[in-house]
């Protein structure tokens, strides 16, 4: 079965409690994130917290997956390089670029691995949509996709094709960490420093690119309301460290 075939509702189980919802203000150091993403983790697994989305951005940075090829990282001094554990190959983060790391109890909504993939660029098309771009699928290629006939066709003489948000994922326990990211209005050309995804026949692009003059927050609103249409209702939270400069709100 394609992901195509899928269905993407992931709702919790009732009686659930809503995801916490946290928005990182400024660039988060990758390592930083990557702890207190292990500690959330570990909490939610133990029952001892509620799931988590956690938005935010990060300084110029490339991450290699799971499956990452060394030929594929072209620049290795531009910008820092860190081994991951998530899914996938090559990819660059920075400013510009919506994060948005997932932590949910699959134990809670279905524990099926594609489908969870299939989801998340669900939330991903439906964020775009609403912001009249139309994203799509490939089975071949992890991620969400914008199709450029403006742009010259590819060598086998079918339309380009860029991409606009990638995914990565791993799983502890059930439990999701890592997710995807969006290009909102990154510098483009420090994609240039690795081979994206392993996937060098298209290019990349962003909101902005495609002429939608949308800034994060607005970005943030739309993929929120996606989020919830497929993994149900949020509640808007700061993570403990960050308590005392970005008080909760509901």
């Known amino acids: 079965m394609q992901r195509t075939d899928l269905s993407t509702e ?6 659930s409690p809503p995801v916490r919802w946290h928005i990182s203000e400024g660039l988060v150091p990758y390592e930083e994130a990557v702890a207190e993403m292990e500690r959330q983790v570990a909490a939610i697994a133990d029952g001892q917290a509620d799931e988590l989305v ?5 300084p110029p940075l490339y991450t290699a997956g799971t499956s990452a090829d060394s030929a594929d990282l072209i620049e290795p001094d531009r910008f820092p390089v860190f081994s991951t554990g998530r899914g996938g190959e090559y990819t660059y983060h920075g400013p510009g670029q919506r994060v948005a790391y997932v932590m949910l109890d699959l134990k809670r909504r279905r524990q099926d691995v594609r489908a969870y993939v299939a989801s998340l660029e669900e939330v991903v098309i439906r964020t775009l949509e609403k ?3 139309k994203g799509e699928r490939r089975e071949d290629r992890v991620g969400v996709w914008v199709r450029r006939p403006e742009k010259p066709a590819l060598a086998d003489g079918s339309m380009a094709e860029d991409k606009i948000a990638a ?3 791993r799983l502890r326990r ?6 995807l990211s969006i290009n909102v209005d990154p510098d483009l050309s420090h994609f240039s420093g690795i081979v994206p995804c392993g996937i060098s026949a298209y290019g990349v692009t962003s909101l902005v690119d495609l002429g939608q003059l949308v ?4 970005v943030d609103i739309r993929l929120r309301e996606a989020f919830e249409e497929i993994f149900g209702p949020t509640v808007r939270e700061a993570l403990p460290a960050e308590t005392e400069t970005s ?4």
Do not use: C, Q, R, T
């Open 10 to 15: 992931m709702f919790a189980s009732p009686g």
């Open 54 to 58: 956690w938005l935010l951005e990060h």
């Open 131 to 133: 912001m009249n771009v």
């Open 167 to 169: 995914l990565g994922i």
């Open 174 to 179: 059930w439990v999701s960490f890592h997710g």
């Open 215 to 218: 800034m994060m927050a607005d």
């Open 247 to 250: 008080p909760a709100d509901a």
